[in-house]
């Protein structure tokens, strides 16, 4: 594997109402913080950003650049089932990447991670020119807003063209309303893209499509508790991890891994390298690989 390498986070940070209390959150923090248990440390978050994000970056020791203060506000409901309720409160700036941005972000790893259309198109194919590998959530790209403020999920066209930008890309189930289960959606968006391709469904584990080839990985098992942030873990580990050498399998599932301890440990450090390793390869030895008809 090569030298720990520089990886670019692009997407916001937000403020979560969950229940009755307000905390920090979104892809930003969500991604670098989880990359920071693994001993990565060559890391920048290109997001708007309130007080209380520029102290957290100085608290763990990496970058900012700070592109607004007017960050997105969130109020996430947990309803039955583990289903989430999501209303957006207040939307936050779009994220414009500057020349000395894109200065920066050469032969990086480039994690974008919209969380409501603050990442558009055209800034997407301007960072393509630049990254040496671009991980992608779907997430921010489908999301629109009722008039009651509810966020609902609207898969448009040009998601097609986002898919092939990518060269990781993970979706919930539930942001790719288009098919009808993990595999269906894993299949179907691998065959547009010459990356990998993660469709996950909580508790039910992910579909990946890596070179043509679907695998199932298992979610850790028994766990339950805040699955927030959880699919932002799994890419930006995922992501690195492959970046940095690793078998893709093996990687995902270092990626869910990591995800599943999150949920079952709502305070942090929620993972070490260690526990993340040996979990990883029990995973892997639980997957399997699908049919491409299945």
Known sequence: MQDDLSVIIIGSFTLDRINEGLSIGGPAYYSSLALTYL???SITVISPAREIHENFVKNIGINLINVGTDTPVFQLKYVEGGRRQVILKHRGSKIIISKRELDLIRDSLIIISPVYREIDLDTLKTIRKFSKLIALDVQGFVRYVCSDG???????????EVIRLAD????????????????EASRELGRLSSGIIMVSNGERGLVASIN?????VPALPGIEGNATGTGDILLAISAYEILMGENPLRAIAKGAVAAGLRVGRDRSPWFNKYEVDVLADKLVRKSEKLSMSY
């Open 39 to 41: 001993g990565h440390s």
């Open 150 to 160: 509810k966020v609902s999920i609207a898969w448009a066209n040009e998601m097609y």
């Open 168 to 183: 990781v890309v993970h979706a919930d189930l539930s942001e790719v309303p288009i098919y009808n289960d993990m595999v």
């Open 212 to 216: 043509g080839e679907l695998y199932y």
